[in-house]
């Protein structure tokens, strides 16, 4: 159960933070090459999108690797924007790596590829010492050693968590490649009812997500950086020709992801043991779209469709049954 109070500080210290960064107060002891950011890739959203399936069918490809979700990159961007240049990088890059290590959902790393990371981190020159190196380092190892990816060209990630902070992610991964997966309002909330606990299982904060995904997407377009938009109903239904459309966008040799299915013993997105992951193993299928017009109630309808009428109408989502 989530701590209100914990909750409240860290809401106050998010907004205090986006303040300084709007202000720009520490942009010129923070910059970071965007270069480094070019082989990285992102699948942004609200959650309950499909991004677990879209990153499951992408790790297929020897090309690309997206490990299970983690909970430490956005906190890492952060804590990177407002430390100060007396702050040592060792202080730094321990605090985070073992955030990545602890915050995750089922990473694979044991002690024994702690030590081996903290001693390429301990010894990266001081013009590598940055948040985006440090992703990197420890994507490509967990792509090398755990997922046995030799030929890797982007590591990337697929957490929902990630895109609530999209400012700070576009800002130093200004050059990765972006894919927005957008999923019928509806059945957002209708999935979400179903992780009791969590703090969008209440419909208006589903809801809240959803809005926020589509703001990031706006962020983005408004930059005019390249971002594929990928609707999920379209994904279960074209599955190939969508695929097709990302390794276009990313420019990698195409390759056919649907020859071998996932299986929970071939599994590298760490969900086999998560009850709301299993349908991951089971063919595609486009049963899923809809639901929400035979098990959403109908008076969390009439509550929550002003919430999303607008940004509905504009992906083109019907509201009515």
């Known amino acids: 159960m989530n701590n209100p109070i914990s909750t409240l500080l860290k809401k106050v210290k ?9 202000l720009n107060k520490f942009y010129n002891l923070k910059q970071v090459s965007s270069e480094l950011s070019s082989n990285n890739l992102f699948i942004i959203g609200s959650g309950r999108n499909g991004s677990t399936l879209l990153a499951m069918l992408l790790n297929r490809h020897e090309n690309i690797f997206l490990p299970p979700e983690q909970y430490a990159l956005p906190y890492s961007l952060t ?23 602890k915050k995750n959902q089922n990473w694979s790393l044991t002690k024994k590829d702690e030590i081996y990371l903290d001693e390429i981190l301990s010894n ?21 050693h755990i997922a046995g990816k030799t030929n890797i060209t982007y590591v990337g990630d697929h957490s ?19 894919i927005f997966l957008i999923r019928h309002p509806f059945d957002v909330v209708l999935s979400y009812q179903k ?26 377009k408004s930059k005019n950086h390249p971002v594929l938009l990928l609707k999920y109903e379209e ?34 997105l760490g969900a086999k043991d998560i009850p709301y992951h299993k349908n991951l193993y089971k063919p595609i ?26 940004n509905a109408q504009i992906f083109g989502y019907n509201l009515k049954n």
């Not at 100060?84 to 890059?93: I, T």
């Open 14 to 22: 998010y907004n205090f933070i986006y303040i300084l960064f709007k």
């Open 79 to 101: 804590d990177w924007q407002i430390s100060f240049p007396k702050k040592k990088w060792n202080h730094y890059y321990k605090k985070q790596l073992e955030a990545y290590l």
């Open 124 to 144: 990266l020159p001081k013009n590598k010492q940055n948040p985006v190196e440090l992703f990197n380092i420890i994507f490509h190892y967990y792509a090398t």
């Open 160 to 178: 929902p968590l990630t895109t609530m902070f999209y400012p700070y992610l576009f800002y130093y991964f200004s050059k990765a490649h972006y």
């Open 195 to 220: 992780l009791k606990g969590n703090p969008a299982s209440i419909p208006e904060n589903a809801c809240k997500k959803w809005n926020n995904s589509i703001k990031a997407y706006n962020y983005l």
């Open 235 to 268: 994904l279960v239904t074209n599955t190939e020709e969508k695929i097709n459309e990302i390794l276009d966008f990313l420019n990698i040799e195409k390759q056919n992801l649907l020859i071998t299915p996932s299986t929970e013993e071939n599994d590298l």
């Open 285 to 310: 299928n486009n049963t899923s779209i809809g639901k929400w017009k035979d098990s959403l109630d109908k008076n969390i309808i009439n509550k929550i469709t002003p919430l999303v009428k607008k």
